[in-house]
Nanobody, 117 residues
Framework: QVQLVESGGGLVQPGGSLRLSCTASGSILSLDIMGWYRQPAGKEREVVATINIGGSTKYADSVKGRFTISRDNAKKMVYLQMNSLNVEDTAVYYC???????????WGQGTQVTVSS
């Protein structure tokens, strides 16, 4: 069982930056993919970025060059550095662990990011 807790969301002006953090409790396995998803109001949840234990990353096209995902395996944490934020980035951001061995997904409770002037 994995529990995830996000932090770092808030209100930021267009062009600003935020850093999200996610702390995992329970076992994180070597094949687990950690990532960030987001869900704008009234829309479906979408992947933002993922990272495996070796540090290989994938990004949604909409955030490439602006967002950076990183992972601290020893601390069981994953981060999302978000730069050059725009209003389209406004959403609830969720931390995710995708357990490839079982096919199960674990989710945090979400943290709101609002980009507004």
């Amino acid at each position: 069982q994995v529990q995830l807790v996000e932090s770092g969301g808030g209100l930021v002006q267009p062009g600003g930056s935020l850093r999200l953090s996610c702390t995992a409790s329970g076992s994180i396995l070597s094949l687990d993919i950690m990532g960030w998803y987001r869900q704008p109001a009234g829309k479906e949840r979408e992947v933002v970025a993922t990272i495996n234990i070796g540090g290989s990353t994938k990004y949604a096209d909409s955030v490439k060059g602006r967002f950076t995902i990183s992972r601290d395996n020893a601390k069981k944490m994953v981060y999302l550095q978000m730069n050059s934020l725009n209003v389209e980035d406004t959403a609830v951001y969720y931390c995710n662990v995708n357990r490839l061995l079982s096919g199960r997904n674990y989710w945090g409770q979400g943290t709101q990011v609002t980009v507004s002037s």
